[in-house]
């Protein structure tokens, strides 16, 4: 199994591209099989999850092309797909696929609403807390799918079509809203989505959506309104910039002190993550190639965050603040409200000589004068990556194990920090 070494203390200085959102080409991927005309994705990230997802995509009869590089193409610009679901061959989605991403389950959706039917394995993903579907499914029966579990699948049929509704969500879901969306683009008559997600990507498939001919408003906003259509055209569209990869890197690099530009990056996608930035001592400016970020001399004040449904602060970017302010001046408290069970970081963080106390939903951190290498493991996606973060600012040498979570959401991440000067390298097992 691949492990990276990095060795800490090396200011970062240069340009970071940032790749096509993983949160927004995922659903745009699975929106393909509303249509059975190609659906053409430009910027989208090199990631595991996007292969896996082609396979799953694959396994309905669905023919993904990978586009070519193209004359002025840098080094880093996304892939270009060409997904067409011009015959649908199976409307099963297997437990083997499935369980390795929580994201494809929601091929639910359109599989059902094109279909008329769809069986779909319960999801898996990152292990950060129960994560159910009762929400995506309550949305399916809102809108009159008929809805079964069985030997641990989703069995859901309308054998007449999906009829618009009124779907309320009791919480922010992100998957249910994709969910919710995408089957009522297909129903016939109105839906209305109350309590639907804010997140871009939201708005970034809902554009899409329009493009394909979906007739929907208020994306974007708590309510979204779709007036179902009897049937979706192909599109050409490109995936918008990955805030995450952006409030990460935008965190390396308040960590390990430096200037950077974030090539493609549009603060409005995370002016809430940007903001507890500059409060931390960062210095932010917007310019027209991307943001950047500097940290120059000054150390890093603590904070107060609490993570939030956007527009408030990201829960994916929770365990890299963790990681920049256990080497603030001072204590920080930082409280996860989305996902129970999102601190398994705190005890790797803690090798490197971090003082983090939990309580309940509230970490409390004690900044440090110094971190101290260390052999550390990857737990999830976005935990893995705070203790990269970490270690480029710890003392000597860190192994971070089980990098194949890093690989299903950053792109080429080594080779990003090591051109603006960190040292760090994959070690193939
Ligand atoms: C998406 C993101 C993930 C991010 C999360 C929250 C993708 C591919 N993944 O995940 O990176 O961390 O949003 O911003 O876009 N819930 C229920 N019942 C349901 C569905 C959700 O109780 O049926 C709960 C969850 O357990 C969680 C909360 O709702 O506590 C929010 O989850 P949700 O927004 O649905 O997350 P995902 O869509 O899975």
Redesign the pocket.
């Given at each position: 199994m691949d492990r990276i070494r990095i060795v800490g203390g090396k200011h970062l200085t240069g340009t970071i591209p940032i790749s096509g959102a993983?949160?927004a080409t995922?659903?745009l991927m699975i929106a393909s099989l509303l249509t059975d005309e190609t659906l053409v994705l430009e910027n989208v990230p090199r990631l595991a999850d996007v292969a896996l997802l082609q396979r799953i995509l694959g396994n309905h009869g669905v023919d993904v092309m990978v586009g070519g590089k193209r004359p002025g193409d840098g080094e880093y610009d996304g892939q270009t797909l060409h997904i067409s679901a011009k015959r649908i061959v199976d409307t099963t989605a297997p437990y083997d696929l499935v369980s390795r991403m929580?994201?494809s389950f929601w091929v639910v959706a359109p599989l059902l609403a094109r279909m008329g039917q769809a069986k779909v394995s319960l999801p898996g993903?990152c292990a950060?807390?129960?994560?159910?579907?009762?929400?995506?499914?309550?949305s399916l029966r809102a809108l009159g799918a008929e809805i079964e579990i069985d030997g641990g699948y989703v069995l859901a049929r309308a054998p007449h079509g999906l009829k618009g509704g009124e779907v309320v969500f009791p919480?922010?879901?992100?998957?249910?809203t994709?969910t919710a969306l995408m089957a009522a683009t297909l129903a016939r008559g109105t839906t209305v989505i109350e309590n639907a997600?804010r997140?871009p990507?939201i708005v970034d498939v809902a554009d899409c959506l329009i493009k394909m001919g979906a007739k929907i408003s208020g994306a974007g906003t708590s309510r979204i309104e779709i007036e179902g259509v009897s049937r979706l055209d192909g599109a050409r569209h490109r995936v918008l910039p990955d805030r995450?990869e952006t409030g990460t890197y935008a965190m390396a690099v308040a960590m390990a002190g430096g200037d950077v530009m974030l090539a493609g990056a549009k603060p409005e996608l995370l002016q809430s993550a940007l903001d507890v930035l500059v409060e931390a001592g960062a210095e932010i400016a917007a310019t027209n190639e991307g943001i950047r970020i500097a940290r120059n001399g000054a150390g890093i004040a603590p904070v107060e965050v609490v993570t939030a449904?956007?527009p408030g602060f990201?829960?994916?970017l929770q365990a890299q603040l963790m990681a920049l302010m256990t080497r603030a001046k001072g204590t920080s408290h930082i409280t996860e409200t989305?996902?129970?069970n999102r601190f398994m970081h705190v005890q790797e963080l803690a090798r490197f000589g971090a003082h983090i106390k939990l309580d309940g939903e509230t970490a409390t951190i004690e900044g440090v004068d110094r971190l101290k290498g260390a052999p550390v493991m990857a737990t999830d996606l976005?935990a893995s990556v705070s203790l990269v973060i970490a270690a480029l600012a710890a003392e000597g040498e860190t192994f971070v194990n089980r990098v194949y979570h890093l690989d299903r959401g950053f792109e080429r991440l080594e080779a990003k920090l090591n051109a603006c000067g960190a040292a760090i390298e994959r070690l193939s097992a």
């Open positions: 993983k949160n995922l659903p929580r994201a993903g950060i807390g129960t994560r159910p579907v009762d929400l995506l499914l309550m919480k922010v879901t992100v998957g249910g994709h997600a997140e990507e995450i449904p956007f990201p829960t994916d989305i996902f129970e976005r």
